[in-house]
């Protein structure tokens, strides 16, 4: 999450623009990927943990649903009562009629195309779905992996730009590994995550796929947290609250922290302070 809130600071700053203050230094950080190498996590770790409860609950009843649908809309309601406050407090003339249908369209202000929470509601309806059918798991990872692989190509095809489909394809990896959750646990972490990282290295040197990038990101974590157990309150409240910040990050990047836009580094810092002091009190207010 905190790699998805710079990498949009860095890709949404005019870099170009010689009347901002760019370091140079930082481009060799490489932070446009960040995003990506975030959202690929985030999709395995949706279909993983939806595998994996799935699996083992007795029944899917209108209270499972409508607590999924509560987890994925809550938050989503609640950037959109924030976001209109901070216009009434920053930017009064972005309070136009013309944010109905951004918000009844699933955008974020101002007209930005909310692809990945569209994808990931749709992602769940289907996994859910084919939970209530009559099939074996191992027929439900091949579905959800086919209709992903469909997803991808015709995104593709149609000329979106690549953030829309070149994660996709990790949402059906972390289904696999629930489903052979033995299997995988008995691969020696240390190996894995340096394979995951020689093969992220030989991908961006010699012939660069984000695909097969991002999945690879996603190889080097899944073994690396093994090897280095990674445990504070602070990472698992961010981890747990993650659709929180993923959307307050919004009018922090947007509207709160424009005073420090002539200084990037500032810029960077300042939003991920207020994205977390502003979920903070997001999370004690309305999620307690």
Known sequence: MLMIIISHAYNGYPADNLSYYFPQWMCYLHMDLWGGMGVGVFFFLSGFGLFHTLNRVSGIDASYILAKAERLLKPYLIYWVIE???LALFNRAELTPHLF???FTFSIHPDVENWFFKVIVIAYIVTIFLFKCKICTAMRVVVVGLLSVIYLLVMSKMGYGQWWYNTILCF???ALVAHRYEWF???PALQM?????ILMSFVYFVH???IVFHFAFVLFCIYFIRVVLVQHRFLSFIGYNSFIFYFIECPVLDEIM???YPYFSLYVILSLVGTFVLSFCVCRLCLA
Not at 193 to 197: A, P, Q, T
């Open 258 to 260: 424009m005073f420090s």
């Open 172 to 174: 059906p990896v972390g």
């Open 208 to 210: 660069m796929n984000t």
């Open 101 to 103: 249908r951004e918000f």
């Open 185 to 187: 646990a008995q691969l």
């Open 193 to 197: 995550s340096v394979i995951g990282c």
């Open 84 to 86: 209109v406050l901070v």
